[in-house]
């Protein structure tokens, strides 16, 4: 792990840029699969990542397929519903394989099983842009310090996440902004780990058109945060004052800052969303994870689906050993756009954000129908659909369930 410059290669098979949960999986199964793999981070390992932490089924889904469930699960703290609490003080259960790890330890983990599978991980490395010939990716410029290398390799993939630098050097980018922004913190409050043990997200008109949540992580230490998501085109919040409301209005987040220590300053990042944003493939180059847009609207979620399109990249690879680069190119794209339906579920769901009403309601409504709590629990293991809950004919079937 974190490996110099000085060291790097002249040529490899795949140039996987980005360690987090994209890259490392891809990195992971690509050199699993025989391939010679370098995997390169901006920043050295471990390190911290703006994230809610939250592992819901399809991360434990994948995690699974990586050999890495076990390691994850022996640090990180497990959880057992997601608490949705609504403007008017309903709440409501939803029964769920979940778990919180903070991104630090859980990125560490699955680079560190990529790095034991073979590839080579090298950081702090920037990337500045792609080698090119005619319009095919040969390559990248690297750099560390004032030392620049180029790197030769069959394949590039970016899983830069949501930043635009690196979608931009190589040419992309289809909107340089996000779809939306978060904020979180780490309070460390032992005192409420015994009786705050499930995931809360709660919806307020004063935090629309968004949600806040508390999560909690091991030693009675909470992720607490706010975030918005796909916020129309319009202005991005000012989410400290998003923040403030939150932890005034909701009793529990108060209780944490009134009594618990703050580890250190709030951090916020930038989301993309709905596998929108980006193109997802070029000649001798393919883009994953977030920085293809794999994190839902209406919750935020992306460590699973991040996951998820780095695993279709690394098989997409895998399977072309005897096809050409557009055949590799297609199947990756037909993977990924296989998954855009669900995401548009989620952007339909997305409403409840901007009208917390509508929260009110569905949680009113499923506290009285078990059929409608068994739909809310199929939405997080992906065997229902989150958009029909909040359609015209979604509200109306929640008056017949």
């Excluded at 330890?105 to 699955?110: G, K, S």
Aim: with cysteine; hydrophobic share 45%.
């Amino acid at each position: 792990m974190n490996l110099g410059i000085d060291q790097l290669p002249n040529a490899c098979d795949v140039l996987v840029v980005g360690a987090g949960p994209a890259g490392s999986a891809a990195a992971q199964l690509l050199a699993r699969g025989g391939q010679d793999v370098v995997l390169i981070d901006q920043h050295a390992f471990p390190r911290d990542k703006t994230c809610g932490d939250g592992l819901i089924p399809d991360a434990h889904r994948a995690l699974h397929r990586l050999g890495v469930w076990d390691a994850v699960m022996s640090e990180a703290q497990p959880a057992h519903y997601v608490r949705c609490i609504g403007p008017r003080g309903g709440r409501l259960d939803v029964p769920a394989t979940l778990a919180v790890l903070p991104r630090r330890r859980l990125d560490e983990i699955v680079c560190r099983a990529a790095n034991a599978a073979g590839a080579r991980m090298f950081a702090p490395l920037r990337f500045l842009s792609p080698i090119e010939q005619g319009d095919t990716v040969v390559g990248a410029r690297l750099q560390q310090g004032e030392v620049m290398r180029e790197l030769r390799a069959r394949w590039v993939v970016l899983a830069t996440g949501a930043t635009a630098p690196a979608l931009l050097a190589a040419g992309m980018a289809l909107r340089q902004a996000p779809s939306g922004v978060a904020l979180r913190g780490y309070v460390k409050h032992p005192n409420m780990a015994t009786h705050l043990d499930v995931l809360e997200v709660v919806w307020q008109r004063a935090l629309a058109p968004g949600y806040g949540w508390i999560f909690p992580c091991p030693g009675g230490v909470f992720n607490i945060g706010v975030g918005t998501v796909d916020y129309g085109g319009a202005a991005a919040p000012n989410l400290r004052r998003v923040f403030d409301n939150f932890t005034r209005l909701h009793a529990p987040a108060r209780e944490l800052l009134a009594g618990g220590t703050l580890l250190g300053p709030l951090k916020g990042a930038p989301l993309r969303c709905t596998l929108d944003g980006a193109r997802l493939s070029r000649p001798g180059l393919l883009v994953t994870g977030e920085a293809a847009g794999s994190t839902y609207s209406f919750t935020g979620e992306g460590i699973g689906k991040a996951l998820e399109t780095g695993i279709h990249a690394a098989e997409a690879l895998l399977g072309g050993a005897a096809r050409d680069d557009a055949a590799v190119r297609a199947d990756y794209e037909a993977r990924l756009l296989a998954l855009k339906p669900r995401f548009v579920l989620y952007t339909q769901a997305n409403r409840a954000n901007r009208h917390p009403w509508l929260a009110d309601l569905v949680i009113w409504r499923a506290r009285r129908s078990a059929r409608l709590r068994q739909r809310l629990a199929g939405v997080l293991d992906e065997t229902r659909n989150p958009g029909d809950l909040f359609t015209t004919k979604g509200l109306l079937r929640l008056f017949t369930e």
